[in-house]
């Protein structure tokens, strides 16, 4: 194990906040786990497992506790009894386009595969980049993930949240997830069903902090078809494809890896990803806006009997609403706004984003200061609309333990 000292949780969450930890640990593989753990029960520390920290609140004060960090970063893709094995990095710059290490053999097998509409199964392990995992994936012919591009974080935290954007969710494609349970001192492995996937929701984020997530093992049927969930996302994807929306470099890079024209549609609708979210505001660019920890509110979900009392209450014909069978989303970007709070606003030294309503902005605020602010949000949308909006990051200071 790598053990850091004396390291600043503000650099270390994507929000911008914490205070420093005594011990940051980074763990390779379970026996790196098990002597961290050991370290931790001999000084008698906290413990907190944190990845990115993009979807986390930090705590503010000092206390004696050990991040535990995951770093490992083997892909295995198993298909027809073949298997392919690589490293992919742990942390990355984001940007719609990598320099990556490009796979024939593995490239050349899924094009074979996918004609026969082979399933094949990605043994991924929890320090992996996410948006990396993603681009990797499209690049060599599994456009699956894509609607999840640009979204921070490790692998291991996409079934905790059950990481989801425009229309998909993980929980579609996780098989299994193989973790280790504090309680019980053992390697412990879940089902998807075992999982209990909900609307960013999960056994693991009910037990938060009480599971240690190794490797996500991802199950798919190859195919080389784009389904795109999304109206927005649709639009701009038809608009990029008539206009042959690629930069020169962009077309000369896939060029040169002489790749077939649907992966080239793969990269067209991952950069119409990137496009809508860095317009929100929602991609890590070290822009002054991207200091927050993404969607900070969940948006509420309504029985039809919900619904229709709310459409009562707000008095207008229209307002925006997703039907997901027998229940109603409604944005809660448009429930803040709708309460009186608009893009750009300011309550201390936090703030609505300028370029979406529904990411709170760190100007070097306290998290005390954040708090205050949350309840001033929900009180106002719930006195205009008689919903009270969830918070959607974890605060650390509800899941800290000891053994």
């Excluded at 927005?232 to 990029?240: A, F, H, M, P």
């Excluded at 459409?311 to 709708?338: D, S, V």
């Amino acid at each position: 194990m790598n053990l850091i000292k004396n390291v600043k949780l503000s650099q270390k969450t994507t929000i911008g906040l914490g205070a420093k930890v005594p011990y940051f640990i980074e763990i390779k593989n379970l026996e790196e786990l098990s002597e961290a753990l050991k370290f931790i029960k001999e000084n008698h520390l906290f413990y907190f497992i944190l990845g990115e920290g993009s979807n986390t609140i930090a705590i503010d004060k000092e206390i004696p506790i050990a991040i535990l960090h995951p770093v490992n970063n083997q892909i295995i893709y198993k298909i027809d009894k073949k298997e392919f094995i690589y490293n992919l990095p742990v942390q990355i710059q984001y940007n719609n386009f990598y320099n990556i290490d490009f796979q024939c053999d593995l490239y050349e097998a899924i094009q074979f595969y996918t004609k026969k509409n082979k399933k094949i199964q990605i043994i991924a392990d929890a320090g992996i980049n996410w948006d990396y995992f993603v681009y990797f994936n499209l690049l060599h012919g599994i456009p699956h993930f894509i609607a999840l591009s640009g979204i921070p974080g490790k692998i291991g935290s996409t079934p905790i949240q059950n990481v989801g954007a425009y229309g998909e969710e993980v929980k579609s494609f996780i098989e299994y997830v193989y973790t280790y349970t504090f309680n019980e001192q053992k390697v412990k492995v879940f089902s998807n069903k075992e999982c209990d996937f909900k609307y960013r929701d999960s056994i693991f984020k009910k037990y938060l902090n009480q599971f240690y997530i190794y490797q996500v093992i991802f199950n798919i049927t190859l195919n080389d078809s784009i389904q795109i969930k999304y109206p927005e996302l649709q639009k701009i994807y038809l608009d990029y494809k008539n206009n042959s929306n690629l930069e020169l470099w962009e077309e000369s890079l896939l060029h040169i890896l002489n790749l077939n024209r649907n992966i080239k549609e793969f990269y067209l609708l991952r950069k119409c990803v990137y496009t809508i979210r860095r317009k929100k505001g929602m991609i890590l660019d070290n822009s002054e806006f991207s200091k927050s920890a993404g969607s900070f509110f969940t948006n509420p979900i309504l029985t039809e009997e919900e619904f229709i009392k709310l459409k009562n209450h707000l008095l207008i014909e229209n307002f925006p609403f997703f039907r997901e069978g027998k229940y109603f989303k409604i944005p809660a970007a448009w429930l803040i706004e709708f309460s009186g709070i608009k893009k750009g606003f300011r309550y201390k030294n936090w703030g609505i984003s300028p370029l979406h309503a529904l990411a709170i902005i760190n100007y070097g605020g306290t998290l005390e200061e954040l708090k205050e602010f949350i309840q001033f949000i929900q009180k106002n949308v719930y006195n205009k609309t008689g919903i009270l909006l969830k918070p959607e990051p974890v605060f650390m200071e509800d899941f800290i333990y000891k053994f």
